[in-house]
Every structure is written in C-alpha cells, then in structure tokens.
C-alpha cells in the first residue's frame, strides 16, 4: 500500500503532526529573539517554510 492511499483512507494528515499551539508560540518567539527560520525548522523537524507561515500566522 502506497503512503499517499494510505492517508487518504485513515484520514491522516500528510507529513509531520501538526503542530500545538504552544509550540506555535514558542517558535514565535524564537524567530523574534533573533533565531534563524533553518535552525528553528531542524528543532522542530519542520519545514523552514512551516516556520514563516508559523511566523505570518501569529501576526495577524
């Protein structure tokens, strides 16, 4: 069975869990203490482009 049929049947998101709220928080304020998006996305084993969005999210 291929991943990709897989996740559609059981409903699973693809990828990595979502992330909590509070992780969202603490990425935050990491990007706004300075630390770069590449070391962030690694600690969390996100995508660095996650982390923008993460960023961009918490500031509307």
Known sequence: M???TYAIETH???GRPALKESQK???RKLYESGERANDIAKEYN???STVYKVVNEGAK
Do not use: C, D, G, T
């Open 46 to 48: 996100i995508a660095r």
């Open 12 to 14: 699973l998101p693809f």
């Open 25 to 27: 928080q603490q990425i």
């Open 2 to 4: 291929h991943h990709h």
